[in-house]
């Protein structure tokens, strides 16, 4: 049975550099700080509010991981969307990528307040 999840991964194994954050975690780990922190919504989504800060990379734009690949690996990224979705997606591609830590915003933005 090992041999197999050593193949194709095991559904109880969690990321080592993906965390998902809650709103209240996320907050404090962010305000008022100089981190990398990064909005994967779209340019009009982030021109209607967004975390002061944050750095505009759009999780549809076609160049996407050229953005990405502009950030540094070393330190931690905080990244966030409105719901949660695309910044899950975003955080397990950074993993890929070779980012060392990654802090999700568990719910998006929208549930932070």
């Known amino acids: 049975m090992s041999f197999f999840s050593a193949l ?33 919504r779209t340019p009009s989504e982030f021109k209607s ?5 944050a750095k ?4 549809f734009s076609g160049k996407f991981n050229v953005e990405l690949d ?3 690996k070393e330190k931690p990224v905080y990244v966030y969307c409105r719901s949660g979705n695309r ?10 990528m070779g980012f060392v830590k990654i802090y ?6 929208f549930n932070l307040r």
Do not use: C, W, Y
Request: charged share 35%; glycine share 10%.
């Open 8 to 40: 194709f991964g095991s559904k109880t194994s969690q990321s080592k550099a993906v965390t998902r954050l809650n709103p209240e975690d996320f907050k404090k780990q962010v305000e008022g700080k100089k981190v990398q922190l990064v909005d994967v």
């Open 56 to 59: 505009n990379i759009d999780f």
């Open 49 to 53: 509010g967004h975390i002061k800060g």
């Open 104 to 109: 999700d915003l568990k719910g998006g933005i």
């Open 70 to 72: 502009k950030l540094d």
């Open 87 to 96: 910044s899950r997606q975003s955080a397990k591609k950074m993993e890929v």
